[in-house]
């Protein structure tokens, strides 16, 4: 046993128990300072306390030691209003929101911990999407005298729920400014601005806890581990992954992670070359219906299996004339549509690849700018505009990786990612098991699926 886990394991838990929620952060931040001190309290509890009669303890301990469904009996078995107030917490980690909601109302005129239930109660209803006419509850946060920190937290909280993204980080911003160790404004402004694209800002914040010498919870080390990932920082992020499976070595989350930031650290990316092959691609995936064609050139494609531009440039003119009812104007307007884009038909005889040819039509060190002059038409999925298929990839509410690749694959709605393949998206860079779960589980609950 290491000296630091020698020290936790002696160490005497609660002698002077938390009478308010400052002294309640403090037990937290101490019980999760690392996994030995979680297991200490977890011995000293056990070993020191009778269930029968430090309800209370036993309540403030197990919960702050990560146990709230043990923690729960005990702390509704004690009659002081903050152990009310923790019992509250315990069931919102326990997933009974209604539960915990009512117990934050009831203690909403408590003279001790009422400002902090209606901020509980406020962050809580906005977690689950019902922040409509929760201004009042700001004007009588002040009045019970919160302090400006929480304040400006909860302020940011609405406006964030209100789609007021700015205002949400000004709000954020000034409750750091009154508070530095505040760690739930410190959070949200960290995950905004990593959502704005800000990384290097949000970086130094979560590393602001780290660098301090903080209690930094797991939250925040998963999102720093994903913003190093998606700057190349490999390393780094295989760190931040660790670290969480140190002090949770449960989370499967962290264990993906983890194996995502290794496999990358020994991959080598020529990003001039991905950028072509991204490109090149994108070119000969867009559909043939996205052009103007006449009804029987359409038809006649769509029966010779000829999907996308990349179908087409496999195919020679004379195999296009010897298809029934293709005649000189079909095969004039194959022509034309392909010319927009730099191609010919015939580019890719013998069995190669269109990507292969299009490769060396471009030269080491050309970029297909054709592709990037003229936008890609819109595809519209099904007869109904309100076709599930039409959304844009964007209101999935997907991860900063997964975003980037579709990005990278200039996929737009959820239509075009449901006729992407796994193999497709897991060929992008930095894009890996996790994320590929995550799509096919945005997919799942719209009732679709990847391409197979």
């Not at 901020?119 to 509850?137: C, F, N, P, Y």
């Not at 581990?225 to 992954?241: I, K, M, P, S, T």
């Not at 005649?327 to 005889?349: F, H, W």
């Amino acid at each position: 046993m290491t000296e630091a886990a020698t020290a936790a394991a002696d160490r005497a838990w609660l002698a002077a128990p938390p009478a308010d929620w400052k002294g309640w952060i403090a037990l937290v931040k101490d019980a999760n300072a690392n996994r030995n001190a979680r297991d200490s309290l977890r011995n000293f509890i056990a070993r020191h306390l009778d269930p029968a009669k430090d309800h209370r303890l036993c309540g403030l301990g197990l919960l702050a030691a990560g146990e709230p469904g043990l923690a729960l009996p005990y702390l509704q078995a004690a009659e002081d209003d903050l152990a009310r107030l923790l019992a509250g917490v315990a069931l919102e980690q326990l997933g009974r929101t209604q539960d915990a909601l009512a117990a934050y109302v009831a203690l909403q005129k408590s003279r001790s911990v009422g400002a902090r239930a209606r901020l509980q109660r406020l962050a809580l209803l906005v977690r689950i999407g019902k922040a409509d006419g929760l201004q009042g509850e700001i004007a009588a946060i002040k009045e019970q005298g919160a302090a400006s920190a929480d304040v400006a937290w909860a302020e940011g909280l609405l406006a964030e729920a209100q789609g007021d993204h700015p205002g949400a980080i000004a709000s954020w911003r000034v409750a750091l400014q009154h508070d530095p160790d505040h760690a739930e404004a410190r959070f949200r402004l960290a995950y905004q601005l990593d959502l704005e694209g800000e990384d290097d800002e949000a970086v130094a914040l979560y590393r602001w806890a780290l660098d301090n010498g903080r209690t930094v919870h797991v939250g925040m080390l998963m999102n720093l581990g994903v913003l190093y990932e998606d700057r190349d920082e490999h390393d780094a992020a295989a760190r931040c992954f660790r670290a969480v499976l140190t002090a949770d070595p449960q989370n499967d989350r962290a264990r993906r992670y983890l194996a995502d930031a290794e496999a990358s650290r020994r991959q080598f990316y020529d990003e001039t070359r991905e950028r072509r092959a991204d490109l090149q691609n994108a070119v000969l995936r867009i559909p043939v219906t996205d052009f103007e064609l006449s009804v029987r050139a359409r038809n006649c494609l769509q029966r010779m299996n000829i999907h996308t531009l990349g179908d087409l440039i496999c195919r020679s003119e004379t195999e296009l004339l010897t298809f029934k009812n293709f005649g000189e104007t079909s095969l004039q307007e194959v022509k034309d549509i392909l010319a927009i884009k730099g191609l010919r038909l015939g580019m890719a005889p013998g069995g190669r690849t269109a990507a292969q040819v299009l490769a060396d039509s471009l030269g080491e060190n050309e970029e297909p700018e054709d592709v990037l002059a003229a936008p890609r038409p819109k595809k519209v999925f099904g007869d109904d505009p309100s076709d599930v298929r039409n959304k844009g990839v964007a209101e999935l509410d997907l991860s900063v990786r997964s975003r980037a690749a579709l990005a990278t694959l200039g996929l737009v709605t959820v239509g075009e990612l449901c006729e992407t393949s796994e193999e497709t998206l897991l060929s992008c860079k930095n894009f890996g098991q996790t994320s590929l779960i995550e799509i096919k589980n945005k997919l799942k609950d719209l009732g679709l699926s990847l391409a197979t």
